[in-house]
């Protein structure tokens, strides 16, 4: 029992001090064997109380550590993450334990990296979707290790370091469990076994990283960071004042000037931001300095009383009026404007999961007692991007919490986008962990795609990645101010670009055969 438990607690350390922004990530290759060793315990001695314990345990140190920030923006929030997150990754590694009883363990162990696949395929996807610490996340601070990320995305990531976790693994337990005769020829087997799984890829990869050239015409963005605080400052702002506010730190001629997430925060009704001044503020600009500008805004759409057609999704005020909520990117650019409402939506700040069934039940008690929204903004099917007419810019507006889905962004760019535009405002997070990571998961978008990734952050960093990953220039948190980035436009689509999350697609395939043919046989072990 206390063996385990230090297992547990090895493995929990060895995730969070692998996770960026402050590990590093040959942590991770370890990480998942005390798990395994843990497993083969129970496995061994036929034990069946407290497995589940061990193992959340483990999943609950490494959430704490890595995403407590979470909770600076809100309190229930941050507790939800953390414990549904720990409880759904032991909930898979249980899994793992339940068929491995079942299968001849060579089948066991193929179904582990497929089943943990799977799960964070799944975990992109559905209503409450929380991908932040899926493993192959664990690169962004090193995109020199992870080039062929332009081929596989982060599931490659994620397959390299379960395969190395289970090499490992697989080794030590023959090695435990045999004579001293041949132990020492045994671990030599092992540490070959895994420098060769660790070091072949990497080599790879820094080749890459080395020999690759920037690919695109040139062009420009001028990324503002205004520095308001969200609690305390940024929204007793008029939109008039906002928008001027955010034009004081334009300093430099550029193709595009770029403002950050709800930079224009009091709501606008949609219909009518053509006739708003701050459109005015803008256009004027755009024109004046012959440039264009996207910015964050909050949009708002009011439903008459007695109309027809009003959807399902709808938001309904005390009054019994109907309205829809968008987190939108717009770009003005002379007369030429267009739109994009943010599509992959924070739940509970932005988005309700289940909203018909939970609001009537729980909505006016979580939004009185514990200030959770129960409305949901609105979203559009598919990407955007917006197409500048006076420069060769083509941006794929990402706002904010979109840029950790992979496969997501590259629909931006099957539309023909060039630049990586994020929009964020991250100052909700206080001076944590939290906008560092964010900023370096778009690091792994600019390697999945070869496009540059500008980000203007209302308080957090904004910054400038190049197509090989590496921040090129950026302005720190707290810090008010401007950075220009001179970005190369890559119009060339990557593997990945194409094929998007084929690794997660076959293990998907593979979790489900092996664990229906598991039922098809009988237990191998008790």
């Known amino acids: 029992m206390k063996k385990n438990l230090l297992l547990a607690i090895l493995s929990g350390l060895l995730f969070s001090i692998g996770w960026p922004t402050y590990g590093f990530p040959v942590f991770l290759f370890f990480a998942f064997v005390p798990l395994l060793f843990i497993e083969e315990n129970f496995l061994k001695n036929r034990q069946k109380k407290g497995f589940f314990f061990y193992i959340y345990l483990t999943f609950f140190i490494w959430n704490v550590a890595k995403t407590w920030w979470v909770y600076n923006s809100t309190e229930v929030g941050g507790i939800f993450a953390v414990v549904v997150n720990s409880l759904l990754m032991a909930t898979t590694f249980w899994l793992f334990h339940f068929v491995r009883k079942r299968l001849p363990d060579s089948m066991a162990l193929f179904f582990f990296p497929a089943m943990w696949i799977a799960f964070e395929k799944f975990h992109l996807n559905w209503?409450?979707?929380?991908?932040?610490?899926?493993?192959?996340?664990?690169?962004?601070?090193?995109?020199?290790?992870?080039?062929?990320?332009?081929?596989?995305?982060?599931?490659?990531?994620?397959?390299?370091?379960?395969?190395?976790?289970?090499?490992?693994?697989?080794?030590?337990?023959?090695?435990?469990?045999?004579?001293?005769?041949?132990?020492?020829?045994?671990?030599?087997?092992?540490?070959?076994?895994?420098?060769?799984?660790?070091?072949?890829?990497?080599?790879?990869?820094?080749?890459?990283?080395?020999?690759?050239?920037?690919?695109?015409?040139?062009?420009?963005?001028?990324?503002?960071?205004?520095?308001?605080?969200?609690?305390?400052?940024?929204?007793?702002?008029?939109?008039?004042?906002?928008?001027?506010?955010?034009?004081?730190?334009?300093?430099?001629?550029?193709?595009?000037?770029?403002?950050?997430?709800?930079?224009?925060?009091?709501?606008?009704?949609?219909?009518?931001?053509?006739?708003?001044?701050?459109?005015?503020?803008?256009?004027?600009?755009?024109?004046?300095?012959?440039?264009?500008?996207?910015?964050?805004?909050?949009?708002?759409?009011?439903?008459?009383?007695?109309?027809?057609?009003?959807?399902?999704?709808?938001?309904?005020?005390?009054?019994?009026?109907?309205?829809?909520?968008?987190?939108?990117?717009?770009?003005?650019?002379?007369?030429?404007?267009?739109?994009?409402?943010?599509?992959?939506?924070?739940?509970?700040?932005?988005y309700t999961p289940f909203q018909e069934i939970l609001v009537p039940l729980i909505g006016d008690w979580v939004t009185k007692t514990i200030h959770v929204s129960m409305g949901s903004n609105m979203t559009q099917k598919e990407r955007s991007v917006f197409k500048l007419q006076n420069a060769p810019l083509k941006i794929a507006p990402i706002i904010c919490y979109e840029s950790i889905y992979g496969e997501y962004v590259t629909d931006y760019v099957k539309k023909e986008a060039n630049l990586l535009a994020v929009i964020t405002n991250d100052g909700w997070w206080g001076n944590t962990e939290g906008h560092r990571q964010h900023l370096s998961l778009a690091r792994l978008r600019a390697v999945e795609t070869r496009r540059d990734v500008v980000q203007s952050a209302n308080t957090g960093i904004s910054a400038h990645i190049n197509q090989r990953g590496d921040v090129v220039t950026q302005l720190g948190y707290e810090k008010r101010g401007s950075v220009l980035a001179n970005v190369k436009l890559n119009d060339s689509k990557t593997f990945y670009v194409k094929q998007g999350d084929y690794i997660a697609r076959v293990a998907i395939f593979m979790a489900i055969l092996l664990f229906l043919y598991s039922f098809a046989r009988k237990k191998v072990r008790l």
């Open 127 to 350: 209503a409450f979707s929380w991908p932040w610490l899926n493993i192959g996340n664990v690169f962004s601070d090193y995109p020199s290790w992870i080039q062929w990320y332009e081929y596989t995305g982060v599931f490659g990531g994620a397959l390299w370091i379960l395969v190395v976790n289970l090499t490992i693994y697989k080794g030590l337990s023959i090695y435990f469990n045999s004579d001293n005769v041949v132990r020492k020829a045994l671990l030599q087997k092992v540490v070959i076994k895994t420098v060769l799984l660790i070091t072949v890829p990497l080599g790879i990869s820094l080749l890459m990283y080395h020999n690759y050239q920037e690919k695109g015409k040139e062009g420009s963005a001028l990324l503002l960071q205004p520095n308001l605080n969200p609690f305390t400052e940024k929204f007793k702002y008029s939109n008039t004042q906002a928008a001027q506010g955010l034009l004081k730190l334009v300093n430099q001629k550029t193709d595009v000037i770029i403002a950050p997430e709800t930079a224009i925060s009091q709501y606008t009704e949609i219909d009518n931001f053509k006739m708003t001044t701050p459109y005015t503020i803008f256009k004027d600009f755009s024109t004046q300095h012959n440039t264009a500008v996207v910015t964050g805004v909050d949009f708002i759409h009011w439903y008459d009383k007695n109309a027809k057609g009003v959807p399902k999704t709808a938001n309904k005020n005390s009054r019994g009026r109907y309205y829809n909520m968008y987190n939108s990117a717009v770009l003005i650019e002379g007369d030429n404007y267009q739109i994009y409402h943010k599509s992959k939506l924070v739940v509970g700040a932005e």
